[in-house]
């Protein structure tokens, strides 16, 4: 009787991205650049939120943006017309999930030391991304209320191994049936440690929050610059 060994690529792959991601961390570190990796489902707003991040800390901030989306650069589109820093699309031809290789290479075109804060919006979708570090700092998920909110029970893996979540689209709450406690308790029931943002891209409720904690980032990274 022969053996056929199978070996598991998803191991083998999963492996090869967390050498890229430790890639990516060390180059950051080194230029002390705080980075972040937004998750969120489709329609969640991330691309609204940053370009309103944009129009506030823009001129205070400076921003390295990179999006991945499956198969059109429309995002990168939106987000450049607030910036005139390169914002670097990633379009995965079919891909569910950006990896670390691609934020790697996207480095390349970063200038590390005209930079403050590098954020990464991730395809939409609440499980593949989950699972690649992209050598981020941290995971922000984005849910809005237009979803459901049991969204963090169903995808539990994103919000567990966030460190932030942003509740968007808040201005539509008198006119969706969406109980924003009950999500906010959901998300916390699965990771208690998660801080909560409350925003409306349209109004601007909540932004001011919302950057504050963007500009933290900074000026910690600043400050043990000079240490």
């Known amino acids: 009787m022969s053996v056929r060994t199978i070996v598991n690529v998803r191991e083998r792959v999963m492996a090869r991205n967390d050498d890229f991601a430790g890639t990516v961390r060390g180059r950051l570190t080194a230029a002390r650049i705080p980075s972040l990796n937004l998750l969120s489902s489709p329609g969640a707003g991330k691309t609204a939120l940053l370009e309103a991040t944009l129009q506030r800390l823009g001129d205070t901030v400076r921003i390295a943006i990179l999006t ?28 569910c999930h950006l990896d670390a290789s691609q934020v790697l290479n996207g ?28 050598g981020e700092d941290a995971k922000v998920v984005v849910m809005s209320t237009t979803e459901g909110e049991d969204k963090p029970l169903k995808y539990p893996a994103a919000f567990q191994r966030a460190s932030v979540v942003v509740l968007n689209k808040i201005d539509l709450l008198p006119y969706v049936p969406y109980d924003a406690e009950l999500a906010i308790r959901n998300a916390l029931s699965v990771n208690p440690a998660l801080r909560v943002f409350r925003t409306s891209a349209r109004t601007g409720e909540g932004l001011d929050e919302w950057c504050a904690y963007l500009a933290s980032l900074v000026a910690v990274s600043r400050a043990s610059a000079s240490v």
């Not at 059109?72 to 379009?91: F, G, P, S, W």
């Not at 954020?119 to 593949?128: H, K, Q, S």
């Open 107 to 134: 480095l390349d075109a970063v200038p590390l030391d005209d930079t403050d804060l590098l954020i990464v919006e991730n395809v939409g979708n609440l499980v593949c991304p989950s699972h690649w570090d992209l």
């Open 68 to 95: 991945g989306d499956v198969q059109t650069q429309n995002d990168a589109d939106r987000l450049a017309r607030h910036t005139d820093r390169l914002v670097q699309a990633v379009v995965t031809g079919g891909a």
